[in-house]
């Protein structure tokens, strides 16, 4: 009798303590252009680790399926993203990916990218205007993936690929400068565009 209700007891503390973790944390599943979906058609899942407590900032933790960590950093809003402080990213590797800054869903500060070898990317600070709502990006330093750095505290030659698009062009203290040339690989369509001190002047 005695052994009876002490596996009763058991039951229901961890049914409680189930319970209470489960309300401190919340798991969602995120689609390949992170989405909310379900759990058959998910590319990544996210933990909100504090989501029941009233918070000015909540924890969240995106990991792959392979479960190694994709992201962590904090949200003002524990039901949509706004990103606030450091946000550190990884490869399915497990090898990080970039350091950023976020003020209030914008980047601030310094921001550092690495290859997927470790070797580093490049290096850039973000000015943000609350003024106006506005960022000014700056890019200090750039290495290739052969490790041949070409911008060298805000100057030299940058090539940035997003997707199928590529641009590139010179970097005149931290900004774009001059006659810059996008190609769409997708496509095999190419543009240029003018620069100075930052500022599109003509395409």
């Excluded at 946000?87 to 590797?93: A, P, S």
């Amino acid at each position: 009798m005695k052994r009876n209700i002490f596996i009763f007891l058991l039951l229901i503390i961890s049914v409680h303590l189930s319970a209470q973790i489960n309300m401190v944390s919340k798991k969602i599943f995120l689609d390949s252009l992170n989405q909310e979906c379900t759990p058959e058609n998910y590319s990544y899942t996210r933990i909100i680790t504090n989501y029941s407590q009233k918070s000015v900032r909540y924890v969240i933790t995106d990991f792959y399926k392979n479960g190694r960590k994709k992201m962590t950093g904090a949200t003002l809003d524990k039901d949509i993203l706004k990103k606030d402080g450091e946000f550190i990213c990884y490869y399915k590797n497990g090898a990080k990916e970039s350091v950023v800054n976020y003020s209030q869903d914008h980047k601030e500060g310094k921001e550092i990218n690495w290859y997927e070898n470790q070797s580093k990317k490049f290096e850039k600070q973000h000015i943000w205007n609350p003024k106006t709502k506005s960022v000014q990006t700056l890019i200090l330093n750039f290495w290739t993936k052969e490790g041949e750095q070409t911008v060298i505290d805000g100057n030299g030659e940058y090539e940035e690929t997003e997707g199928f698009i590529t641009q590139k062009g010179e970097i005149k203290n931290g900004l774009k400068q001059g006659i810059w040339q996008k190609n769409n690989s997708s496509t095999n369509f190419s543009t240029t565009a003018n620069y100075d001190k930052g500022i599109l002047m003509s395409k």
